[in-house]
């Protein structure tokens, strides 16, 4: 669950990720490509800081589609990033 942590403070970042999530539903945004870049490079990011579990991930589709569910369940992403402020401040 660390590593879900860890993907998830880093997409809570995107401003694009944020949008989506506004904009559509929570089945569209799970099919989005943008999330599945940004997870990918979520795990590349944390790969110095969590060598063995990103290591894990980035080698095994399954794993990586495990930890977008965990991200999408347990962890909220989908609706903390729909209630960011966009950068006018705004809902997008």
Known sequence: MFLAE??????????ILVQQAQSNTKEQFANSPDLHQAVMNAIMDALSAH??????ALDSAEVRAGLTRILLGPA?????????????????
């Open 6 to 15: 860890t993907v998830k403070t880093k997409l809570m970042e995107s401003e």
């Open 51 to 56: 060598s063995t579990m990103s290591k894990q």
């Open 76 to 92: 909220n992403l989908y609706e903390h990033l729909r209630s960011q402020q966009s950068p006018g401040g705004a809902p997008a």
